[in-house]
């Protein structure tokens, strides 16, 4: 399963802000270390990062290499949705058996 | 596969007719706010979460400044047998999920099902609203994957 990995790659603040940016469309390190606050190594680090989580696709385009959100990401916000519904039918089942009242002795 | 619908099931001891009224008339009252609502994002709880009880009604969270954000609309309204939802939190509506919730009588109570689908209608820009709805409920990511990960160890 890849769920874990997509999640803990998308738990980093930087990661999130360069995915952010990829969703205007394929960049280089070059393009998406400008404006950023880490180095360019730091930005190289951090998109391998996601690269290995299943998150981006690397394409090389002459001397460069373009980076692009990989649709694999969907599992993240499946993983996410299992979640929440998980989280959300357990606290609808407890307001059932609260609104039910007590026991009765069946 | 990453685009298969969600399903999951409760059965809870209360006629079809009370599930589906504490489903949508008392959401406010259940739903995990704390964890999985747009006020949380902030480090704040909603004021409430309402559905507007009809077809066409929209499920609301009404955050502590004022603002409303919308979390779906109902498609079908069938008290006590079926719930239809356009699910998209924190996504312009048209770029929505599709939420079925059945409820089945039972003996001493209530199946209630449901679906969450329609991943793969969203593959053109799957990343984009994935990521995007991952950065707008982001927080909960930390207790989720706590919860994944406990999961696959057990």
């Given at each position: 399963m890849t769920y874990d990995k997509t999640m803990q790659a998308l738990a980093e603040p930087t990661r999130r802000a360069l995915v952010e940016r990829l969703r205007e469309g394929p960049l280089s390190v070059a393009d998406l270390a400008r404006g950023m606050e880490v180095s360019r190594p730091a930005v190289s680090q951090h998109l391998r990062v996601l690269s290995d989580a299943g998150l981006l696709e690397v394409t090389p385009v002459g001397t460069r290499r373009l980076y692009r959100l990989c649709p694999d990401a969907i599992a993240a916000l499946r993983s996410y949705l299992d979640c929440l519904w998980e989280d959300a039918f357990a606290a609808f089942e407890a307001e059932a058996y609260r609104q039910k009242g007590p026991p009765n002795g069946d | 596969?990453?685009?298969?619908?969600?399903?999951?099931?409760?059965?809870?001891?209360?006629?079809?007719?009370?599930?589906?009224?504490?489903?949508?008339?008392?959401?406010?009252?259940?739903?995990?706010?704390?964890?999985?609502?747009?006020?949380?994002?902030?480090?704040?709880?909603?004021?409430?979460?309402?559905?507007?009880?009809?077809?066409?009604?929209?499920?609301?969270?009404?955050?502590?400044?004022?603002?409303?954000?919308?979390?779906?609309?109902?498609?079908?309204?069938?008290?006590?047998?079926?719930?239809?939802?356009?699910?998209?939190?924190?996504?312009?509506?048209?770029?929505?999920?599709?939420?079925?919730?059945?409820?089945?009588?039972?003996?001493?109570?209530?199946?209630?099902?449901?679906?969450?689908?329609?991943?793969?209608?969203?593959?053109?820009?799957?990343?984009?609203?994935?990521?995007?709805?991952?950065?707008?409920?982001?927080?909960?990511?930390?207790?989720?994957?706590?919860?994944?990960?406990?999961?696959?160890c057990n």
């Amino acid at each position: 399963m890849t769920y874990d990995k997509t999640m803990q790659a998308l738990a980093e603040p930087t990661r999130r802000a360069l995915v952010e940016r990829l969703r205007e469309g394929p960049l280089s390190v070059a393009d998406l270390a400008r404006g950023m606050e880490v180095s360019r190594p730091a930005v190289s680090q951090h998109l391998r990062v996601l690269s290995d989580a299943g998150l981006l696709e690397v394409t090389p385009v002459g001397t460069r290499r373009l980076y692009r959100l990989c649709p694999d990401a969907i599992a993240a916000l499946r993983s996410y949705l299992d979640c929440l519904w998980e989280d959300a039918f357990a606290a609808f089942e407890a307001e059932a058996y609260r609104q039910k009242g007590p026991p009765n002795g069946d | 596969m990453a685009t298969d619908p969600i399903r999951k099931s409760v059965t809870v001891p209360i006629p079809p007719g009370d599930a589906f009224r504490i489903f949508t008339e008392d959401l406010g009252r259940w739903w995990p706010v704390d964890n999985h609502s747009i006020s949380a994002n902030r480090g704040e709880r909603p004021t409430s979460v309402t559905v507007e009880p009809r077809e066409g009604g929209a499920i609301l969270e009404t955050c502590p400044d004022g603002d409303t954000a919308p979390w779906g609309r109902v498609t079908t309204w069938q008290p006590g047998e079926r719930l239809d939802i356009a699910w998209h939190v924190g996504r312009d509506e048209n770029d929505h999920t599709d939420l079925t919730i059945v409820f089945t009588p039972m003996e001493g109570g209530t199946r209630v099902d449901l679906t969450h689908g329609g991943f793969d209608r969203l593959s053109a820009d799957a990343t984009e609203t994935a990521t995007s709805y991952l950065g707008g409920w982001d927080h909960v990511l930390g207790s989720c994957y706590a919860q994944a990960c406990g999961a696959l160890c057990n």
